[in-house]
């Protein structure tokens, strides 16, 4: 019996230190996940508290077709959508193989301003913010929880083929925003 069963075994058994110490091991990964899909601050944390409740109550399911990181990042993807269908006035655009050919404008400062007042690390993230979900979930799944192609599938739902074309897309319009930023006149 591998770590992951022991824990999972005894947790269902009803120790509570073990399910403290699954919450500790993956409250990041849940964290990252839900934190691309819903962007009110107020709600991450409800949301990742229903994510580990929803892992609680469906344990005593899970039948390690697949590694428990991968199973707990689904649960927390399909609760953030979820939530998002629920609270959200505009539609939700989920998974669809249509994608936007460039960043949309937000209102906030642009790129110039941004940089002049943050560091790169703060300008990155502002346009990873701006992808579409489906971008911003598998680059945060693929790049910060070094979870594979095959694994973001699982999580998704996705074709493994869909999974890297949505990585290529968000790499390129990330690298598209990143040249527009250079392209400007603070580099000239």
């Not at 999972?8 to 990252?32: C, K, N, S, W």
């Not at 943050?118 to 929880?145: C, G, M, S």
Request: charged share 25%; aromatic share 10%; net charge neutral.
């Amino acid at each position: 019996m591998n770590d992951e069963e022991g824990l999972v075994r005894r947790i269902i058994l009803g120790d509570v230190r073990a399910y403290q110490t699954l919450v500790e091991r993956y409250q990041r990964l849940v964290l990252h996940m839900v934190g691309r899909i819903v962007h009110q601050s107020e709600d991450i944390e409800d949301v990742c508290q229903e994510v580990f409740i929803k892992v609680y109550r469906h344990l005593p399911d899970y039948k390690f077709g697949s590694k428990l990181s991968t199973w707990i990042a689904s649960i927390a993807y399909r609760t953030a959508i979820n939530y998002i269908k629920k609270t959200s006035r505009e539609p939700v655009s989920g998974f669809s193989e249509q994608g936007p050919e460039e960043l949309p404008n937000s209102g906030l400062a642009n790129p110039e301003e941004m940089l002049m007042h943050q560091d790169w690390k703060a300008f990155l993230h502002a346009q990873i913010d701006k992808l579409p979900v489906q971008y911003r979930t598998i680059l945060t799944l693929y790049h910060l929880e070094e979870l594979s192609y095959e694994e973001i599938g699982q999580a998704t739902g996705l074709p493994e083929g869909t999974v890297k074309n949505y990585l290529f897309r968000a790499r390129k319009l990330l690298k598209e925003a990143l040249l527009r930023y250079k392209n400007s006149e603070q580099w000239r």
